[in-house]
T-cell receptor, first 117, second 113 residues
Framework: GAVVSQHPSRVICKSGTSVKIECRSL??????MFWYRQFPKQSLMLMATSNEGSKATYEQGVEKDKFLINHASLTLSTLTVTSAHPEDSSFYICSTGSKSGGTDTQYFGPGTRLTVL | GNSVTQMEGPVTLSEEAFLTINCTYTATGYPSLFWYVQYPGEGLQLLLK?????DKGSNKGFEATYRKETTSFHLEKGSVQVSDSAVYFCALSGGSSGSRLTFGEGTQLTVNP
């Protein structure tokens, strides 16, 4: 399957600052990437779908001005949490879509743990 | 819309016990079905998948069969190990959701030696 990396793996920041998380597809070109948020002991919540060269598609209830997504190349998508607050503390996971055996399959990055003080 | 329902956890087993984690789904069309595993502090790893009715996905001793008549994709393993302790997510894509994944709630599995 596809190999996906995220950076950083952990970040701690002060309230009011902005944090950028990178998601890289290491072994294939990804026209579509997905960003998820996961709260402790819960399932993944899709935040947005990132499309290379165009604007991201946000899920209902997700503030696009707070969670800025940029997919400038076929191997890199970034999520910037702007003016972070403690309630933004969470585990953020990206994934890329890949055709595997004719089926769209998502492969996930290792996640980024964000803690806002 | 699409939805996935997993058996409630947590599940605690002794090593070498038989594992079943139930998963049922609701979807239009012909979805693809997946099981993902998440180890503590990590992202999700694809465990297995099935793309059409009666397909059996298998990997690392785990199996799941796509049952369209019962809309189910139950995960099974004949003999679990301590290293299988993780959270398991059932998911589907396709149908009305296209390539987007719809996840179940996740089932925490703990295997004791």
């Amino acid at each position: 399957g596809a190999v996906v990396s995220q950076h950083p793996s952990r970040v701690i920041c002060k309230s009011g600052t902005s944090v950028k998380i990178e998601c890289r597809s290491l072994d294939f070109q990804a026209t579509t990437m997905f960003w998820y948020r996961q709260f402790p002991k819960q399932s993944l919540m899709l935040m947005a779908t990132s499309n290379e060269g165009s604007k991201a598609t946000y899920e209902q209830g997700v503030e696009k001005d707070k969670f800025l997504i940029n997919h400038a190349s076929l191997t890199l998508s970034t999520l910037t949490v702007t003016s972070a607050h403690p309630e933004d503390s969470s585990f953020y996971i990206c994934s890329t879509g890949s055709k595997s055996g004719g089926t769209d399959t998502q492969y996930f990055g290792p996640g980024t743990r964000l803690t806002v003080l | 819309g699409n939805s996935v329902t997993q058996m409630e956890g947590p599940v605690t087993l002794s090593e070498e016990a038989f594992l079943t984690i139930n998963c049922t789904y609701t979807a239009t069309g012909y979805p693809s079905l997946f099981w993902y595993v998440q180890y503590p502090g990590e992202g999700l790893q694809l465990l297995l998948k099935a793309t059409k009715a009666d397909d059996k996905g298998s990997n690392k001793g785990f199996e799941a069969t796509y049952r369209k008549e019962t809309t189910s994709f139950h995960l099974e393993k004949g003999s679990v190990q301590v290293s299988d302790s993780a959270v398991y997510f059932c998911a589907l894509s396709g149908g009305s959701s296209g390539s987007r994944l719809t996840f179940g709630e996740g089932t925490q599995l703990t295997v004791n030696p």
